[in-house]
């Protein structure tokens, strides 16, 4: 009763119930995309296409639903033939957290499905949190990378090869962009970043980064990024995970050399390809004192033994 009071209005002299008369608090509810919405995501095809005829906005929601798998019919008749925009623009300013993903496929009318790795993204003046999932970066174009690496950026997750393509490697990204290089140019205001495997940054440029990140308090780096364990790293690197192979005796050098000063150091993962971990290896990491997580693991998945500690 209360909410009836609230939506609907009936004068004091009158006693019809045909009197009623809708408040502004009910026309604003019905003005209010994201409620419909909500309607229109418990329809079938059929109620849809029943909304569709009601107004403008119902009419733009219901569309969304009904394109959403399939082009859609009703009663033999084609509803429309193209979606509408997004409200993504409309709540683009609200954003704090995103998540990319991978290069999304669209369907057209006749059923014929394309990539569109590069529809464009609305400005988002106000993100803090970026999620770039498993290869979501690859054949992005600059204008897309810079539309997600924004400067107001604290928080970054990189995904396991985010530009890698698994047919052509050298095809990762387009001809001259590079993620990283629009991410260190533009992320000025960087607090955390976690960078997963195969990320493919060169030594150099990554040292670079890090001269200009000046507010970066805590660095993760997954499989693959040994040659990135630079001194610059010391106060701020939280987790590591690197390889030891019995091909590669100078990386293997470095690793041993570098990760006892890294004096942050919260996570640790050592895999082992034909190598031997001593006593005297684990003994040169006793001086990680903030060590949480150690663990040593041999590169084959059937045979090899585990250790975690």
Known sequence: NEVHH?????????????????????????????????????????????????????????????????????????????????????????????????????????????????????PLPGLTHLTCEPSSLSRRNADILASIFVPTLKRLDIGDGVAYENNNPDEAQSPGVSWFRIMSSKCKRL???????????????????????????????????????????????KSTEVHINDWDARMNSKVFEQLPKMRALEFVKITLTNHCFTGKDLLRLKVLSHLKHFEVVSASVLYGPRCTA
């Not at 409620?35 to 229109?40: E, F, I």
């Not at 990554?206 to 630079?230: D, Q, W």
């Open 191 to 237: 607090t955390s970043i976690t960078i997963g495997a195969n990320s493919r940054i060169r030594s150099g440029e990554f040292e670079r980064f890090l001269e200009s990140a000046t507010h970066l308090k805590s660095v993760k780096l997954g499989p693959g990024h040994e040659h990135l364990l630079i001194d610059r790293l010391v106060p701020i690197l």
């Open 6 to 122: 609230l939506l609907w209005h009936q004068p004091d002299d009158v006693d019809d119930v045909i009197a009623l008369v809708p408040s502004p608090l009910l026309e604003k509810i019905g003005g209010i995309t994201e409620l419909t919405s909500m309607v229109c995501s418990h329809l079938n095809d059929r109620e849809l296409y029943s909304v569709a005829q009601v107004c403008h906005s119902w009419y733009k929601q219901a569309v969304r639903y009904l394109w959403h798998w399939h082009t859609p019919t009703c009663d033999g008749r084609l509803l429309a033939s193209s979606l509408v925009d997004s409200r993504i623009n409309v709540h683009a300013a609200l954003v704090r957290h995103l998540k990319f993903t991978t290069s999304m496929y669209r369907d057209d009318a006749w059923g014929w499905r394309y990539p569109t790795p590069n529809r464009k993204v609305p």
